[in-house]
């Protein structure tokens, strides 16, 4: 059974960072390309960053230069490095595999 946890969340002021983390059991991430995601208040799941099996990394425009996105094979986690952060940012952060899998969430408040 797979499943992901998401953490790292947090209430920062604009301009700080945060780091997020995503544990995977059930399945190999290093195998697998793995997204993260958010969801701002009232609006639709975006991608934000992905990461495939290669090591491929890819960015959301409105997070480019911001946002880094890494996978520790040892540890089976994907990782969101988020520096100057904007209120913009804020939401639900989730991490997805293979389409059908994902997190619970963890919650990213960019104060203004």
């Known amino acids: 059974q797979v499943q992901l ?12 960072s945060l780091r997020l983390s ?8 290093s195998l697998n390309a793995v ?20 090591g491929r990394t890819n960015y959301a425009d409105s997070v480019k230069g911001r946002f880094t996105i890494s996978r520790d094979n040892a540890k089976n986690t994907v990782y969101l490095q ?7 940012d804020t939401g639900v952060y989730y991490c997805n ?7 619970k969430g963890t919650l990213v408040t960019v104060s203004s």
């Open 5 to 16: 946890a998401e953490s790292g969340g947090g209430l920062v002021q604009t301009g700080g």
């Open 22 to 29: 995503c544990a995977a059991s059930g399945i190999i991430f």
């Open 35 to 54: 997204g993260w995601y958010r969801q701002a208040p009232g609006k639709q799941r975006e991608l934000v960053s992905s990461i495939s099996s290669g």
């Open 82 to 88: 988020m520096n100057s952060l904007k209120p913009e």
């Open 97 to 103: 595999v293979l389409v059908n899998y994902w997190g």
